[in-house]
């Protein structure tokens, strides 16, 4: 009788480097993030969050080193092949098809749906999947709505929902998933940003789920960090400068004096640009 297989490791990004030409913009980066875990990746501009993110997410190959989802090296891997493994990204602008439907932008996002031609009617697939995934999301009201009517701060959960409509199992098996979310506070107010980034900690803390989600975003807004993350990692010059809770990182003389600030305190509510 063969042992009992422990769970699959989650994202393992292991001495990831990225240069352009003669520019360094990753040097030795390396991090894991379990699933039902929440970890944010902060750092100044130029720190090397965007590239880090897009080796990542495979829209761009690293120079040297490795990046696993569950064991499986994906540096060879499409981003539409890195889908089907598990794997779901947004971007800081919010990215969906303006002349569908709410309910259509999940639709076409659904595994299994396809889509021959324009006129090929796409309402009656999967519909009830779409409309679960987006009471998910709280836009179960907006299912009818054209995507291009919505305020900006309903196209990001929309976005939120396509991604997780890739991460819907094929085969009816579910497995854990990986959202990749790029700033996914980016332009939104400050009530907005609080709404969503519940949300998105409540994606990684679901109890009731049948497969638990990992999560790894980027962010400038600290107070979409504070009370939102599990860890912290800080990119600096291209290398991880720092890792913890957002209260350790806070507290982290290097973190203060070259990104937040010494006069840098979060306080509940208080709202950091």
Not at 30 to 45: D, H, K, S, T
Not at 114 to 120: C, E, F, G, I, R
Not at 171 to 186: F, N
């Amino acid at each position: 009788m063969s042992e009992e297989q422990g769970p699959l490791p989650g994202l393992e990004v292991r001495d990831l480097t990225k240069h352009f030409g003669g520019v360094q913009a990753v040097r030795g980066v390396g991090f894991a993030v379990q699933a039902g875990e929440c970890v944010a990746l902060i750092g100044p501009n130029g720190a090397g969050k965007s590239t880090t993110f897009a080796c990542i997410a495979g829209q761009q190959a690293p120079s040297a080193g490795q990046v696993l989802w569950q064991g499986e090296l994906l540096n060879a891997l499409l981003p539409a092949q890195r889908l089907r493994r598990g794997i779901a990204r947004t971007f800081q602008v919010a990215q969906t098809f303006e002349a569908l439907t709410v309910l259509q932008n999940v639709q076409l996002v659904l595994p299994g749906v396809s889509v021959l031609s324009p006129l090929q009617v796409l309402d009656p697939q999967a519909q009830q999947l779409a409309r679960d995934l987006l009471a998910r999301v709280g836009l179960q009201e907006q299912a009818a709505l054209d995507a291009r009517s919505l305020p900006y701060g309903a196209k990001k959960r929309l976005e939120l929902a396509m991604a997780l409509a890739g991460l819907e199992p094929q085969t009816g098996v579910r497995r854990p998933g990986l959202l990749l979310l790029d700033e996914p506070a980016a332009g939104l107010a400050p009530s907005e940003r609080a709404a969503l980034m519940h949300l998105v900690r409540s994606l990684t803390h679901d109890a009731s789920a049948k497969a638990q989600l990992a999560v790894l975003y980027t962010e400038h807004n600290m107070d979409a960090v504070f009370g939102v993350a599990d860890r912290v990692l800080v990119l600096m010059e291209g290398r991880i400068a720092a890792s913890g809770t957002a209260e350790a990182v806070a507290a982290n003389e290097m973190v203060r004096s070259h990104y937040l600030g010494r006069a840098f305190h979060h306080r509940p509510g208080v709202h950091h640009a």
